[in-house]
Structure formats: structure tokens, C-alpha cells
């Protein structure tokens, strides 16, 4: 069946919060936010995956896609059963799985693959994190609690005790990838720095020379390590065998056709999400060695461990797989 294209805009999704509307076998609805980040899904869409592999199966899936900004909106949409599957940085993926333990039980499903984010400054002072001060300004998408905040907690109770994790929210302000990227190459704001995702650390490298990286969430994390994940609950994960099963496969087959295929799978990143970016620049961060677009989750467990010991997250795990539904287990994870 035709999978169906829609924006969940604030009233559609109130609604759609009241519904709380069961899916039964043969469908899925999947949200998904915005960037290079989610170019598995786009693969997914663009090729009826799912469907594909539901056919297989002998199961025809009817798949419904969102676009929705931000996990908070995600998350509710999730436990009320709005929707199926959300995608999100690991953190608040992992905030799910914490506070749903032994209710909803939300795991995740896949990873979406090892990006690094950077941390930008145009602060010709701030080489390091000892170097930021009050008079500083650290963009974020969503302070104190996404996943660049998580990261920077992470370094900051490295580098100034575990008392001290929160020691630049306070200079933290949210605010999305894109304004944040059109202050720091502007200059002249309070906008100073920024946790930047891709593409927009590309961008605001190479338009103005005054910004330079600070550190990586590669650096802060030991390597390569997942930026977004997908998740859903226990009782979407039971209750749909095929589909999930579809959904799993779909996923492994769009990670390994963008490994086989990077100058397409840029092509189809600008088509499906109508992207303004030059294709040339599309082009290069999926090329760019530093970008694994794959579903294996790699170094989630120092989010998992970490967060923990700084009191995040109540529940502690014993690994990656008491968060991720055993069909991931067939990966190679960390």
C-alpha cells in the first residue's frame, strides 16, 4: 500500500495524542526529524523498503511517515500511542528506557548511524572547555537535556568533577541547528559557540574563518559512537512480529545500499527531504570516513554508563542490549 507523507503539525498531533489509535499487523507509522542524520529513513522511504520486505513476509504494510522537531513532542506521541516508532539523539532514548522500565518498556530498535557532533566556537579565546566563561553562549538545541547538553555533561564532570556536570547550562541556550549556525558565522551575537550537528558544522567552518572546533563528541565519547536512534515500546514490538521484522530488514538493507551507493544515497537525502544544500556538499558529508551511516550501535553504553553515574538516569545497565530489542543483537554493538 502507498505510504502516506505527513507533517504532524501542533493540532494534528493533539489529536492524534487523544486518539491513542493501536495499529494492528501490517501497519506502522514512523517519525523522524530533520538532517543528514536521518538518511537511512529517507533510503527506507524513498524505496519502500518496509513494504518490500512485508511482502516478503507475506504481509502488506501500510507505513505512515511524520515529521516532528524535537524528542519531547516524539516521546509523547510514542507512549501515547500515536505513533509507532521515534527517532532521537541516545540520550533521550535513553531517558525512555529509564523512566518506561517495567511499563511501556521502550527499547530501542537501531541505531542510524556514527556521526560526531563539534563543538563550535567563533571565540577566538575558547580553545578548550577551560576556556569558556560566563560572557560565552552555547547554542544547543535543547538545553540541559538533548544530546549535545548530555555530551557536554559527560566532558564537563570529566574535566571539573561530577558535582560540577551542569556547569555550562547556565550559559546554554536553546536554540535550533540552523539559527545557531547563521549567528556564530555572522558574529556580533551572544551566540558564540555552538554543538553543531551536520551538515551545519560543514557550513559554518567553511564560511567563516573565525570558527574552529573545540572538541568533538567523538573526543568526548572514546571514537566513533551513534548519534540517533529509533525506538518504540514492548507491546508495538510483540504484538507486530512481521512488521517489525520488515522494518528491522528494511533498515539493514538502506544502511548497506548507502555503503554501496553514497553519490545516490546523497541524491535521495536532497530528494526526499527537498533539501536546499548543493548537492556537492551533500555528497561530501556522506563520504566524509568520519560519517558511518549504519544501524549498529557503537559506544551507546558510555551514554548509558555515564548518565547513570551522574544520576540522569536511574536504572543501570549491564550493556547495549538491556536497551535494544533483541533482533539488534544480530549486530555488532557497543
Known amino acids: 500500500m502507498k505510504a502516506t507523507k505527513f507533517l504532524l503539525s501542533g493540532i494534528s498531533l493533539g489529536l492524534a495524542l487523544l486518539s491513542g489509535t493501536a495499529h494492528a499487523e501490517g501497519k506502522i507509522s514512523i517519525a523522524q526529524q530533520f ?57 533521550p532514548m535513553l531517558t525512555m528506557w529509564d523512566r518506561t522500565k517495567g511499563k511501556q518498556n521502550v527499547k530501542a530498535v537501531a541505531a542510524l548511524g556514527s556521526l560526531p557532533n563539534y563543538l563550535l566556537s567563533n571565540n577566538p579565546a575558547v580553545k578548550t572547555l577551560k576556556d569558556l566563561s560566563d560572557k560565552d553562549r552555547i547554542a544547543v538545541p535543547a538545553a540541559g537535556v538533548g544530546f549535545q547538553s548530555r555530551t557536554l555533561q559527560i566532558e564537563t564532570a570529566r574535566q571539573f568533577g561530577k558535582d560540577n556536570f551542569k556547569k555550562f547550562d547556565n550559559i546554554s541556550v536553546s536554540l535550533p541547528h540552523p539559527d545557531a549556525t547563521v549567528a556564530l558565522i555572522a558574529g556580533g551575537s551572544e551566540i558564540n559557540t555552538h554543538f553543531s550537528s551536520a551538515p551545519f558544522y560543514y557550513q559554518a567552518l567553511a564560511a567563516n574563518k573565525n570558527v574552529h572546533k573545540v572538541i568533538s563528541s567523538y573526543d568526548i565519547l572514546g571514537g566513533p559512537a551513534t548519534f540517533n536512534v529509533l525506538y518504540t ?26 555503503k554501496a551507493n553514497k553519490a545516490k544515497a546523497a541524491d535521495t537525502f536532497i530528494r526526499v527531504q527537498k533539501s536546499k544544500l548543493e548537492p556537492e556538499l551533500v555528497r561530501s558529508i556522506v563520504e566524509d570516513p568520519e560519517n558511518d551511516f549504519t544501524i549498529s550501535p557503537h559506544r551507546t553504553f558510555v551514554y548509558a554508563d555515564e548518565l547513570h553515574k551522574l544520576g540522569v538516569i536511574k536504572n543501570k545497565a549491564a550493556s547495549w542490549k538491556d536497551y535494544f530489542f533483541e533482533e539488534a543483537y544480530t549486530q555488532q554493538g557497543s
Open 35 to 91: 538532517g543528514i542524520g536521518y538518511l537511512i529513513l529517507d533510503v527506507v522511504r524513498d524505496q519502500k523498503l518496509i513494504e518490500k520486505h512485508g511482502k516478503q513476509q507475506g504481509v502488506n504494510i501500510d507505513v505512515e511517515w511524520s515529521s516532528i522537531s524535537g524528542a519531547t513532542a516524539m516521546n509523547e506521541a510514542l507512549l501515547a500511542g500515536a505513533l509507532d516508532v521515534v527517532s532521537a539523539g541516545v540520550p
Open 233 to 258: 515500546t514492548q507491546k508495538f514490538h510483540d504484538e507486530n512480529p512481521k512488521t517489525y521484522k520488515a522494518f528491522y530488514n528494511a533498515l539493514l538493507e538502506a544502511s548497506q545500499f548507502i
